[in-house]
């Protein structure tokens, strides 16, 4: 069917949303002054803005959570530019589709010199094929590509077309922007919900700006859930009252990509707050993943791998809290298992911390890698046959058990001849103990 053809062109009709659209898409801006925040990339001045004034743009990606205003702004690009202007599905496109716009756009630029521009939304999730198809017409000049994603294009993108594209990112909007747009939401009679006779507190307005966390296709879905679900009073007027606010959005929703960047941001952030010993912020990023359906697993191997690396002989219980978590993840699962989970990252944020096992370790490792081939000292092979014996295997091993503790008669070199002496451990006078922030208490 064509309105599942992939590639289209973007008219002016395509800036006029229908009144029966979704108020988000209603709302979304058609000029720069529309567009609310991003005033750092889109701001008078900014070079992106004169790029988009001056119609001469150059090949780019637009990096942002979802809602900060990517594929609007795009649009604005449409309806600046007096190129052709194509946009791409990423999960239905084809590479034969690709490849036949990618020969007009050419035939275009060849036969009237007119550019194309093409939008690709979601451009983390062409593969590596589709990428490829668009590489050589980029790189020749035939078509800008512009593409928008709320995934690291460093991950997602392939090298070759991330070289060529300038890389802008937007930020989440802040509290106020998705006010500032609530309130233009119902008093925008055009487009918005200015013709009904809307009664909603500035409280609740801030509720939902907060709940959006910088999303305004969320504030706005919101908002228009609560004014359809109003009360309407004998006046005509449709009263939103805070309960009808809070049953809507009882349920937060929190966002863990378990493959995107966000994944190891969040993990990240874990394991750094428990290694500076802040319990508080290691327990809000424990809650945030966990809240969000990351796997419990996933975060106990990080404890176990941090109770060696952070913490290790400056308090040897710390591993055995760790693998005791992980064990009653296993045994016991969720939710229950939060609990365990929370015991570990407690102790391991206020334990001594010493960084002397990993140290030892990288130490060892380094001579190990450049000197593969050391052999073993004789004296501790073991002479299992008879000619083995006969060429000094195990001559002037020491049992430790036949001496004195402490004696010098059972002193003895482990280390290969070329290594003797050598010092991989050092033992740490005073680790460095738990931070003030982890007595405070987190729960």
């Known amino acids: 069917m064509k309105e599942e053809r992939a590639l289209f062109p973007i008219s002016s009709e395509d800036m006029e949303a229908s009144r029966t659209a979704p108020l988000a898409d209603r709302l979304r801006p058609r000029t720069l002054e529309e567009i609310v925040g991003q005033t750092e990339l889109i701001g008078p001045g900014t070079p992106l803005r004169r790029m988009i004034e001056r119609d001469r743009l150059a090949s780019m990606l637009l990096w942002g959570p979802p809602?900060?205003?990517?594929?609007?702004?795009?649009?604005?690009?449409?309806?600046?530019?007096?190129?052709?202007?194509?946009?791409?599905?990423?999960?239905?496109?084809?590479?034969?589709?690709?490849?036949?716009?990618?020969?007009?756009?050419?035939?275009?630029?060849?036969?009237?010199?007119?550019?194309?521009i093409l939008f690709v939304d979601e451009v983390h999730h062409l593969n590596r094929a589709q990428q490829d198809a668009f590489l050589p017409f980029v790189e020749h000049g035939d078509v800008v590509f512009i593409g928008a994603t709320t995934e690291n294009p460093s991950f997602h993108v392939i090298a070759p077309l991330l070289s060529r594209c300038h890389v802008f990112v937007l930020k989440p909007l802040s509290d106020d922007d998705v006010l500032l747009i609530l309130r233009r939401a119902l008093a925008d009679q055009e487009r918005g919900l200015g013709r009904l006779r809307v009664e909603i507190a500035e409280s609740l307005l801030r509720v939902i700006a907060a709940y959006a966390s910088g999303d305004a296709r969320v504030a706005l879905n919101v908002l228009e859930l609560a004014v359809n679900s109003a009360e309407l009073r004998s006046d005509g007027a449709l009263l939103v009252t805070e309960d009808l606010v809070r049953e809507i959005i009882r349920r937060p929703i929190l966002f863990s990509d378990k493959s995107g960047e966000e994944h190891y941001n969040l993990i990240s952030a874990f394991i750094k707050s428990v290694r500076h010993s802040d319990a508080d912020a290691a327990l809000y990023w424990l809650a945030r993943m966990l809240e969000a359906g990351e796997d419990p697993l996933f975060i106990a191997r990080r404890?176990?791998?941090?109770?060696?690396?952070?913490?290790?002989?400056?308090?040897?219980?710390?591993?055995?809290?760790?693998?005791?978590?992980?064990?009653?993840?296993?045994?016991?699962?969720?939710?229950?298992?939060?609990?365990?989970?929370?015991?570990?990252?407690?102790?391991?944020?206020?334990?001594?911390?010493?960084?002397?096992?990993?140290?030892?370790?990288?130490?060892?490792?380094?001579?190990?890698?450049?000197?593969?081939?050391?052999?073993?000292?004789?004296?501790?092979?073991?002479?299992?046959?008879?000619?083995?014996?006969?060429?000094?295997?195990?001559?002037?091993?020491?049992?430790?058990?036949?001496?004195?503790?402490?004696?010098?008669?059972?002193?003895?070199?482990?280390?290969?001849?070329?290594?003797?002496?050598?010092?991989?451990?050092?033992?740490?006078?005073?680790?460095?103990?738990?931070s003030a922030s982890s007595d405070r208490g987190g729960m």
């Not at 219980?317 to 929370?342: I, N, R, S």
């Not at 960084?355 to 593969?372: G, I, K, M, Q, W």
């Not at 052999?375 to 501790?380: I, S, T």
């Not at 020491?398 to 010098?408: M, T």
């Open 67 to 116: 809602g900060s205003g990517k594929t609007t702004l795009a649009r604005v690009i449409a309806h600046h530019t007096k190129a052709h202007f194509l946009r791409f599905s990423a999960v239905l496109g084809t590479i034969k589709e690709i490849r036949e716009a990618m020969l007009l756009a050419g035939k275009l630029r060849r036969v009237q010199g007119q550019r194309t």
């Open 303 to 434: 404890l176990v791998i941090l109770a060696s690396e952070d913490i290790g002989l400056a308090d040897p219980q710390a591993l055995v809290q760790a693998v005791a978590a992980m064990q009653a993840v296993h045994f016991v699962g969720l939710p229950e298992a939060k609990l365990a989970l929370t015991q570990a990252t407690l102790y391991l944020a206020r334990a001594p911390k010493s960084n002397a096992v990993l140290r030892a370790y990288r130490a060892a490792e380094s001579d190990a890698r450049e000197h593969p081939r050391e052999p073993v000292p004789l004296h501790l092979r073991n002479p299992v046959t008879g000619l083995m014996r006969e060429m000094g295997y195990g001559a002037g091993y020491k049992y430790i058990h036949d001496y004195e503790p402490g004696s010098p008669d059972a002193e003895m070199s482990c280390l290969p001849e070329s290594f003797r002496g050598r010092k991989y451990f050092q033992e740490e006078a005073s680790p460095h103990s738990g």
